[in-house]
């Protein structure tokens, strides 16, 4: 059977495809005991093997994605534009929660999406971990900000008391994510391989290893790169229309941002990257594009020594023997 699922912060809207053709729908509260009463309706179903299907919407999907899956049922969680996409080829103008439940379900069934892993517990603790030190980091920033405008000496006093307060507090964060990842034989290896990547340094690889923990997994970099929006958009239109490229951002902001100034480390310092840069420069495309073709490339590579297991090797492309 198919469950296709709506999720908003207080609400989700199902809609079940049972094999006979009927579709079914409830709506449940976002929350434990929404969750539970999920799980009873589907037994009452007589829903014994399952593929749900969600759009992958701030937080809000993740429990009830999680729940689904303890009970052995197959989970995707799929990037909201390809169920946007699916819908306006159907000709679907409506849209109510009842109505894109139906679509998902309807999404799922035709195109029968990749199955989602969860993260462990410990790749679950190091993303709040780190997500607490990213927020503190912005705290930080703010109040910096203040204190270089601030004239006022008690005001002045009181804001660098925070300011020291939050940078032990980040301090405390990056030991404490570090001794995470070292304590773990394997978050130690995957660490060390993205280390291996110049352009990548520790912030990067641990953002990289909780926003991105099922990197590896990907059927394809190309994959990745399209869930994180590091691929294209051209706009193309006969032979008057030639709009420059640009990031498609459909997908993951936070990697977007992961990799922005990794990208611009990795122009100067990383062989492979430099190379892609000069060849684009040579053809005269904007830096914008450039610094964007540079992130989609880093992805690239690290999917690339993660998938292998192992180390960045500048000279590996040169090495391959070409198929004859």
């Known amino acids: 059977m198919i469950l296709g699922i709506d999720i908003s912060k207080a609400y989700f809207d199902v809609t079940l495809l049972t094999r006979a053709?009927?579709?079914?729908?409830r709506q449940f509260t976002?929350?434990?005991?929404?969750?539970?009463?999920?799980?009873?309706?589907?037994?009452?179903?007589g829903v014994a093997e399952l593929h749900a299907c969600m759009e992958a919407t701030n937080l809000y999907w993740e429990a009830v994605a999680e729940q689904l899956h303890e009970q052995g049922y197959t989970v995707s969680v799929v990037n909201p534009a390809r169920?946007?996409?699916?819908?306006?080829s159907q000709l679907r103008?409506?849209?109510?929660?009842?109505?894109?439940?139906?679509?998902?379900?309807?999404?799922?069934a035709a195109l029968k999406p990749a199955a989602w892993q969860p993260p462990s517990p410990l790749q679950r603790k190091l993303r709040a971990l780190e997500r607490h030190r990213?927020?503190?980091?912005?705290?930080?920033?703010?109040?910096?900000?203040?204190?270089?405008?601030?004239?006022?000496?008690?005001?002045?006093r009181s804001l660098q008391k925070v300011i020291n307060l939050l940078q032990q507090e980040i301090e405390q964060l990056d030991q404490q994510i570090t001794d995470q990842i070292e304590s773990q034989e394997d978050l130690a290896t995957q660490k060390a391989l993205l280390l291996s990547i110049q352009g990548i340094g520790e912030r990067t690889a641990h953002k990289l290893m909780t926003e991105l923990y099922d990197l590896a997994h990907y059927a394809s970099a190309h994959a990745a790169a399209a869930d994180a929006g590091v691929t294209p958009a051209h706009h193309e239109s006969g032979?008057?229309?030639?709009?420059?490229?640009?990031?498609?951002?459909?997908?993951?902001?936070?990697?977007?941002?992961?990799?922005?100034?990794?990208?611009?480390?990795?122009?100067?310092?990383?062989?492979?990257?430099?190379?892609?840069?000069?060849?684009?420069?040579?053809?005269?495309?904007p830096n914008k594009l450039i610094i964007a073709a540079a992130m989609r490339k880093l992805l690239?590579?690290?999917?690339?020594?993660?998938?292998?297991?192992?180390?960045?090797?500048?000279?590996?492309?040169?090495?391959?023997?070409?198929?004859?």
């Open 21 to 25: 053709g009927a579709k079914q729908h």
């Open 30 to 45: 976002n929350d434990e005991p929404g969750i539970a009463a999920l799980l009873t309706w589907l037994k009452r179903q």
């Open 83 to 88: 169920i946007k996409g699916f819908a306006q």
């Open 93 to 108: 103008r409506n849209k109510t929660d009842k109505q894109d439940s139906e679509v998902i379900a309807d999404f799922c």
């Open 134 to 156: 990213e927020a503190l980091q912005k705290t930080l920033t703010q109040q910096k900000n203040r204190l270089a405008s601030s004239k006022d000496p008690d005001v002045i």
């Open 239 to 285: 032979t008057s229309v030639r709009r420059t490229p640009k990031l498609s951002k459909v997908g993951k902001a936070s990697v977007r941002t992961i990799l922005y100034w990794p990208a611009i480390s990795a122009i100067r310092y990383n062989p492979v990257v430099r190379a892609l840069a000069e060849r684009l420069r040579a053809r005269h495309k």
């Open 300 to 324: 690239h590579l690290a999917y690339g020594v993660l998938k292998n297991q192992k180390p960045f090797d500048p000279n590996y492309a040169s090495a391959t023997p070409v198929p004859t």
